[in-house]
Every structure is written in C-alpha cells, then in structure tokens.
Nanobody, 116 residues
Framework: QVQLVESGGGLVQAGGSLRLSCAAS????????MGWYRQAPGKQRELVAS???????NYADSVKGRFTISRDNTANMVYLQTNSLKPEDTAVYYC??????????WGQGTQVTVSS
C-alpha cells in the first residue's frame, strides 16, 4: 500500500500562483509514474501532468507553459507549481502514483479555487 497526502491548495485570484505538494509513503517501488489529476464539478477527472521516476514529463495542453511538475525521488515527493492561474483551473487536484503493475494509488485531493 502507498499513502499519498496532498497540500498547498487554496483560494487565489486569477493570475496568481500556488505550489501543490504530495508526500508519498509506504511500499514505493523505484520505478513509477507520479502525476497530478484534477476534477471540476460535473466533469471527469483529467490528467494535468505526470513525471516518471526517470524524469520524463507530460502535460495537458491546457496547462503547458503555466504549470511545472517536479519530483524528489529521495524524499518521495511530487510538486506542481501552478502559475498564471485561470478560473477554469478551479478543481480538486489529486496526486497519483502508478507503480506499473504493482498498484495505482490516489491521494484525498486538495481544492484549488481561482476567482476572477
């Protein structure tokens, strides 16, 4: 089992920034993909960004150039720096770890609200 705990969400004005953090603990294998997903009210959960243990990164088109994902493999942390936030970025943001056949786990989510 892996436990994921997100932090850093909150209320911010359009154009502002937030830094989301996710701490992973438990049975973590060295080869994995960590990512951030989000779910807005009435919408499906969608991938925001992901990063492999080797550092390969993928972003949703809607956040390219504004969001930056990073990770610290030693500390089992993944981060999402969100800049130039827009009201449409409002959602619950979830941390995810995919251990490639050894289980996929989710955090409890952190709310990000962007006011116009």
């Amino acid at each position: 089992q892996v436990q994921l705990v997100e932090s850093g969400g909150g209320l911010v004005q359009a154009g502002g920034s937030l830094r989301l953090s996710c701490a992973a603990s438990g049975s973590i294998f060295s080869i994995n993909v960590m990512g951030w997903y989000r779910q807005a009210p009435g919408k499906q959960r969608e991938l925001v960004a992901s990063i492999t243990s080797g550092g390969r990164i993928n972003y949703a088109d809607s956040v390219k150039g504004r969001f930056t994902i990073s990770r610290d493999n030693t500390a089992n942390m993944v981060y999402l720096q969100t800049n130039s936030l827009k009201p449409e970025d409002t959602a619950v943001y979830y941390c995810n770890i995919n251990q490639l056949g050894r289980g996929t786990f989710w955090g409890q989510g952190t709310q990000v609200t962007v006011s116009s």
